[in-house]
């Protein structure tokens, strides 16, 4: 069991808004400013796409953004396009015990 | 550019000891800012943090695989590497080396990641 939760799939049509929900605890999420949220395609290695809540890595397009709110820190993918099809996993600096990090269980995005 | 190239066995026998080696391309691991990391990833799970290293050999590691775990660093190589004792089915999974600088809180840099399959 992974220690962030995440929904397992969601899905949306080309040029729709989705959002991926990441809930932790006030240890991890809650706690700072340091959640980021990773692309990975199948085969591939994860592509960092947000880091410290809502900044995003040049080169990463404009239509992800990411926010936080208590626990729980969000993914937005608006204007859905084919290519953004991947699993996407949160991640967080934790306190808790002497773990310095942790991930979600990741949710697969399908572009209908 | 920082690259990570993950190189190892890819077959490892129950109760062995697996071993990987991450090398660094585009970047100075003596030159120090990075923590230099291994994370994994069972077969269709999420991701798991394993552990990191710094350059001067300060390591931090997941608590679960703490008494199994060791990282290394060579820095006349420009690599780190991975060890993990006493394996069993449970710890197939491709395994990634990344970086992150030391004042940030996120993974940057990856490798492409190898699959290691415990197995008799």
């Known amino acids: 069991q992974s220690a962030l939760t995440q929904p397992a799939s969601v899905s949306g049509s080309p040029g729709q808004s989705i959002t991926i929900s990441c809930t932790g605890t006030s240890s991890d999420v809650g706690g700072y400013n340091y959640v980021s949220w990773y692309q990975q395609h199948p085969g591939k290695a994860p592509k960092l796409m947000i880091y410290?809540?809502?900044n995003r890595p040049s080169g990463v397009s404009n239509r992800f953004s990411g926010s936080k709110s208590g626990n729980t820190a969000s993914l937005t993918i608006s204007g859905l396009q084919a290519e953004d099809e991947a699993d996407y996993y949160c991640?967080?600096?934790?306190?808790?015990?002497?773990?310095?990090?942790?991930f979600g269980g990741g949710t697969k995005l399908t572009v209908l | 550019q920082v690259q990570l190239q993950e190189s190892g066995p890819g077959l490892v026998k129950p109760s062995q000891t697996l071993s990987l080696t991450c090398t660094v391309s585009?970047?100075?691991?003596?030159?120090?800012?990075?923590?230099w990391s291994w994370i994994r990833q069972h077969p269709g799970k999420g991701l798991e943090w394993i552990g990191y290293?710094?350059?001067?050999?300060?390591?931090y590691y997941n608590p679960s695989l703490k008494s199994r775990v060791t990282i290394s660093v060579d820095t006349s190589k420009n690599q780190f590497s991975l060890k993990l004792s006493s394996v069993t089915a449970a710890d197939t999974a491709v395994y990634y080396c990344?970086?992150?600088?030391?004042?940030?809180?996120?993974?940057?840099?990856w490798g492409q990641g190898t699959l290691v399959t415990v197995s008799s």
């Open positions: 290293i710094y350059y001067s050999g300060s390591t």
């Open positions: 991640s967080s600096y934790t306190s808790s015990s002497t773990l310095d990090w942790v």
């Open positions: 410290e809540v809502s």
């Open positions: 990344a970086s992150r600088e030391a004042w940030d809180y996120y993974f940057d840099y």
């Open positions: 585009g970047g100075s691991i003596s030159s120090g800012g990075y923590y």
